[in-house]
């Protein structure tokens, strides 16, 4: 039953074509839009399930054997993350429903939205680095247009840097998937860590490491995340969701992938950099977040600290920090997801994006208030919920090897993320009554649904981590022992 | 047995159902229902004094996070039970007088579902053996009295106090959260009692220094230690209850149980007991110091709070010093300091708890808490009155009140502590009685204000909002039983401390109680001790100085109000604001241009820099193809088509030029013998040309570029560095091939796919995966154009049309 492996990535893409077919549709839009993440969902279960009994799993296609075809590598890291995937897909759909209009709706919005969540998931499980890139280009096509749907000035400006900025990356990753070829010769990316381990991580691949870098930064907003505030401003609620849960986090996973299965050999330069790296971003962001009024740049500054974040667990590299890292993965997911669908609905219903233009709305709409103060503790990384296990162990982490000054920032940011979002908290949710209960724009349930069950995940997954307990310790294991990977991959015929 | 989880959990519980309830049950006000909750919890808890005092212990398991070590296990001690009667004694006072306090038109619901998910978490924090899950709780007790604070969130003062307690303490507990992973990574433990009899091994660990630091930094916030006691008084902002209960006889004890806690962990380091004393000395001189000065009577309590709490802090860290040698009849002396310090926490909640009502219901009463509009209010509040003074004489240090018995024991402490050889204190032990003595005589100082300046003096009605009468009944049940126990203590101190405090000391000094009595006999007289000069001593100044206080208040006025802490914090936060919305306007220009000088220059550092650090440049290029003369043509044509698009003068020029450099490239590939990707190239560089033709016309006008110089050259600079390192890469790659391709296994396509092309096989069988998902590509590419031409923004169409 390994053709399951494919489903993840071949149900969206079906959808999305059939879609097509049936623009005006909005019911049959929505139904198999939201049927195929519910598929992911129980598809990603039952693949996680089968990996802690199997082993990681393999999808050759076209029967090529490895390193010859192209192959969908089911290992727990990547499955967990289609997994969060689906679910913060399903739930950013049930919001689009009843918010992105119905002009959205006829204009194929659900099928780029499946299209989007194809190349995420591909991204996800591929086991072929140039299919990493065919993945990549799916996505991202899919972001172009998502972002400049509705055709606004301002979003048709922001898509150009944006467009601009990912062709460009894009690029680069394609030369970069050129020089390691040329230099070891295969795609496949156990044959590409086998080859690595049998020659040493020579000084000319620690350079080709460094491209890669620069292009999975741009993508995660690692350093480079100047495209990001912008971008992540200017589409729907729904979308904007979409990408500051989904987006930079598969430029992330990248990242944790490309450097524990190829470049891991020296990690005291190259692992140091990407410390360096984040650590920089953490700052960055957290100057970022506290300055500005407008709710949009703040939510997105934070998207860069989570980034800086979860890559010290990688530039640590110790089981505890990588098992934070994936912990505070799925977190960030789950929570941005929130954040973004949070901030989204108070602009709507405040008709601003001001800070100083709203006030007093816990009173309005009490129950999304307090929605908001808990993705606000949850991003703090406070107890019990969903940041606190992640935060924990990278903090382990860092203590185990030593990285004090990574250790302090990634505390300090904590207390960022906190008063950045307090002030929104107190400036517009508390204080003075503006809005007159007549006036009040009415409170979907449409809105509230989707972010009820996003916060009750962020609390699910804070008091049941130890549910996903084994899962992410084997998800992490595979990360530190890339022999697993390998064998798995190309001695088990 | 019910266990203690389940004891901490019903408060949560009834904090979830206190907003469903509430509209089910009007008719009777919410609080009553809520007062059983403590009642029961605290007759819970009296229960097991009599097993804890004959040194029994108690712990319970229930299973979290196993995987990390991190289970909610509890432990029941002498010290956890003090703490615990405590949070649920003076809950069900306080919930009581809330009653009256609050009427039904606040939401009462809000309230008491924040007030049970405080003493849920805060007897979480007491009972948790698992030092992560003491931080959860930790954690869950600020975020309640955030709550809390906020009550009334319409009011800005109590938004920023909220805000400005909120950041303190989540920051303090962060830096704990710290010190508690390093505490796990020294000793593999998270479980106290573990790490108890583990530490020992790791005195010497290089994180035990900067471990203790970072707890300490928790517990200091926490208990509002100088300098993070700012939070304290503007926390007043919440209604008075909460005052009497968070503020003053609870959440700020969770640093003073963190400290005795971890005394025996850290307890024999000289840094220990030179912090925990010296702040707690220093917060308790400040905090005296700066509540002679205040006007607003609950500011006053509120730096009276800070200043006890240092007072008990400096006996906590005073104590610590019995450990440096570890147990000998001589260091057994220094653990009375705790004895005293566990003490004077349960005379502080008593009588300040009391004084706190009291205030509440003056300030309820009369509508002011000014001392400058309040007096003569004895004759009005006669009941009132009587507590206030037994209150506040308590806190002065006078007898017959328990306050007086904890304030000696105290002079004994700091006395005691000079006679130490340990720690430099031959030099600065004398230090400790100064200090303690002349926070003493302000303590005293402010203790007459209330009492004196409230309530006896002359009476000012037309300065209150509401004549003065006495408060109803049901609001002076609470203090008049805190106020009957401050008496009562005094007189037979010593119940409670064999029956509580004894076991509280062998929870703090576990290796002294298997040897030796730590008890200590309380008793009002001892004959002419120091320590009884020194307390008469108190009196005389204070006396003294309290009446003339007119002549001396000008040295308040010396340090001016910038200079306080409070304008510190508040500097602090505007300053962030403005220089972080600088700093990130700087580099956020919002122009193309610029992002991509970021990229390249990251790039450049990243892989140039790495390129030159790890000598991968260290290449030989003799052995390549030779370069033939056409080679050249064509590159030096193609590089001349580069070069002039820059200083083309039209768009055609640009467009015309950059077909020069595609069809160069079809041309290598012609060279090369690659036929397929000639004819592809080709193909694609006249379909990109004509489409750039076509699409000429509606561009707007190409304007020339406008750069300075300077830009220009670093462009160029940029230009040339990327372009550099992209050739330089690629040669080393050619030269450095570490493995021969996998690609000779196509060149078998006829066999293995009955392809006798190998490209074809290559893109529509071997990866034909990646074919059919660029077919898609193109799909999403080719549907998003007419997607973006059919659906304008209809607002946005004339904002085009007006550019």
Known sequence: MNNLLVLPMALPVLAGIILIFFRNQIKLQRGISLGVSFANIGIAIYLLNRIQEEGILRLDFGGWEPPFGILFVADSFSVILVLITSIVAAICLLYAFSSIGKSHEKMLFYSFVNFLIAG???????????????????MLLASYVLIALGGKKIQLRESIKYVVINVLSSWFFLIAIAY???????????????????????????????????????????????????SYSVPPTAVAALFGALLTKVGIYAIIRVFTLFFYHDPDFTHTIIGILAGVSLIGGSIGAVAYKDIRQIVSYNVVIGVGFILIGLSVGTQAALEGSIYYLMHDMIVKALLFLLAGTMIKVAGSASMDEMSGLIRNYPLFGWLFFIVMISLAGMPPLSGFIGKVLIGQGTVETGSYVLLALAFLSSIVVLYSLLRIFLNCFWGE??????????????WLIPCVLLSAATIGLGLGTEVFAPYVSDAANTLLNPQIYIDAILYDK | MVSVNLLIMIPFLAAALIPFLHKRISRLHIGWYVLLIPIILFIFLALYIPSIASGATYLFMVNWLPTYGINFSTYLDGLSLIFGLIITGVGALVILYSIYYLNENESLEHFYAYLMLFMGAMLGVIFSDNIMVLYV??????????????????????????????????????????GFIMIGSITGSFSFREIIEIIPDFYDHHLFIPAMLLVLLGAFTKSAQFPFHIWLPSAMEAPTPVSAYLHSATMVNAGLYLVARFTPIFGGEVAWFWLVTGIGLVTMFWGSFTAVRQTDLKALLAYSTISQLGMIMSMFGMSSAALNNGYSTDSVVYTQAAFAGLFHLINHATFKSALFMVVGIIDHGVGTRDIRRLGGLATYMPITFTIAMIGSFSMAGLPPFNGFLSKEMFFTSVLNIRELNIYSLETWGTMLP??????????????????????????QEERLERPAHEAPVGMLIAPIILGILVIVIFFFPNVLGNYLIVPAMASIFPTFAAETDLGVTISAWHGFQPELWMTIGVVVFGVLLFISLKYWKGIYALLPESWSFDSLYNAILEKT???????????????????????????????????????ALDFNIVDDAPIDPIDWVIAITMSVGAIAVIFAKSRLTAILLNGVIGYGVALFFVLLRAPDLALTQSVVETVTTVLFLVAYKFLPEWKKED?????????????????TIFVTVALAVQNGKLFESISSYFENSYELAGAKNIVNAILSDFRGFDTMLEVIVLLIAGIGIFTLIKLKARKGEEELENK
């Open chain 1, 120 to 138: 995420v998931n591909g991204s996800f499980l591929t086991g072929d680095l140039f299919n990493l890139y065919v993945n990549f280009e799916v």
């Open chain 1, 180 to 230: 390691l070829y040329g230099s070891v010769g295969t795609l496949n990316m156990a044959h590409i860590s086998e080859r690595i381990a049998e020659s040493g991580q020579t000084p000319l691949l620690t350079g080709i490491s460094m491209v890669f870098l620069t292009v999975f930064a741009l993508k995660s907003g690692l350093l480079l995340y100047f495209w990001l505030p912008g």
């Open chain 1, 433 to 446: 009554t503006m809005i007159s209960f007549e006036d009040e724009v009415p409170m979907k349930m449409g």
């Open chain 2, 137 to 178: 709780f930790w954690e869950l007790t600020s975020i309640s009295s955030f709550l809390l604070i906020a009550f009334w969130f319409q009011r800005k003062r109590s938004r920023e106090g909220a805000q400005k307690a909120l950041l303190i303490t989540v920051s303090g507990g962060f830096s704990m959260l710290a």
């Open chain 2, 434 to 459: 100064v200090i303690a003595w002349v926070a003493s005589v302000f303590t005293f100082i402010y203790c007459m204000i209330i009492v004196f300046k409230t309530f006896l003096g002359k009476y």
């Open chain 2, 577 to 615: 604001e403005i220089n972080s919305n600088k700093i990130t306007n700087y580099y956020m220009t919002g122009y193309l241009r610029d992002y991509l000088v970021y990229i390249y220059i990251f790039f450049i550092i990243l892989a140039g820099g790495t390129l030159i650090y790890t000598g």
């Open chain 2, 707 to 723: 750069s300075p110089r300077r830009t220009k050259s670093v462009n160029l600079l940029i230009s040339i560095l990327v372009g």
